[in-house]
């Protein structure tokens, strides 16, 4: 059986002191064709005192049994305190992968940085709405208040993403992608896991693909 990890983080704003980190671990039997994905861990960490003391936080988490040498890292960067965490993670040796998560179209690969990735919000949550519709997401920490979060984002998203078939004219339209695009950080930070997760194999040393999936193919108004 093959496991990998996957860590997703979200900074609550420019220079704030807050950030969600969530943890998700991917599972694939050898007979399986489709891995499953399980929220292994996540927490609202609030009032941290620098970009240093989130980097050694995380980095003392990954170094922890079961996740050393089988972690990968996406962090947001769009805003400023995500930018300084990601300079924090290199720092100490550690290769996140930096993502700007947009309200636009499509994504691709960043032109500002190799393993940079732009990242429709709409998208990313989608592709974690479908896992969760395929029965191959679940939510191992129903007790803690940020998983519990998660599961009612997840389940208002799938609402949504079903309705928004209907007229995208307007933003806020009933059936709008208007509330996926502002999703809150402890959804996005899962579907950033996640993503990472789907474009990456069980090798955490793999670097993203040439042209990382969005579901180009899918219907983009209103998002």
């Known amino acids: ?20 980190v969530a943890l998700l671990e991917k599972e694939q039997n050898p007979d399986d064709a489709a891995a499953q994905f399980r929220l292994d861990h996540i927490r609202h960490l609030r009032e941290v005192d620098s970009a240093e003391g989130l980097a050694d936080h995380l980095q003392g988490l990954v170094s922890e049994q079961p996740y050393i040498g089988r972690t990968s890292l ?4 769009a805003r400023g305190a995500g930018q300084a965490l990601l300079e924090a993670l290199r720092d100490r040796g550690l290769d996140p992968v930096a993502a700007t998560r947009t309200s636009g179209r499509g ?3 960043d032109d500002r940085d190799q393993m940079g990735v732009q990242l429709n919000t709409v998208e990313v949550v989608r ?7 395929e029965g191959r997401f679940g939510i191992e920490e129903h007790s803690r208040e940020a998983a519990s979060r998660v599961a009612r984002d997840l389940q208002h998203a799938f609402e949504v993403l079903d309705e928004a078939e209907g007229d995208q004219a307007s933003g806020d339209a009933p059936g709008s992608l208007r509330e996926v695009r502002e999703a809150g950080p402890p959804l996005t930070s899962v579907a950033l896991a996640a993503w990472l997760g789907q474009e990456r194999s069980f090798d955490p040393s793999q670097h993203l693909k040439n042209a990382p999936q969005t579901d180009s193919s899918r219907p983009t108004s209103g998002s």
């Open 1 to 20: 059986m093959a496991h990998a990890f996957f860590l997703g983080v979200e900074m609550h704003g420019e220079t704030t002191n807050d950030a969600t």
């Open 74 to 77: 996406i962090v947001n960067r």
């Open 107 to 109: 994504g691709a690969i």
């Open 127 to 133: 592709r974690l709405v479908d896992l969760h519709r």
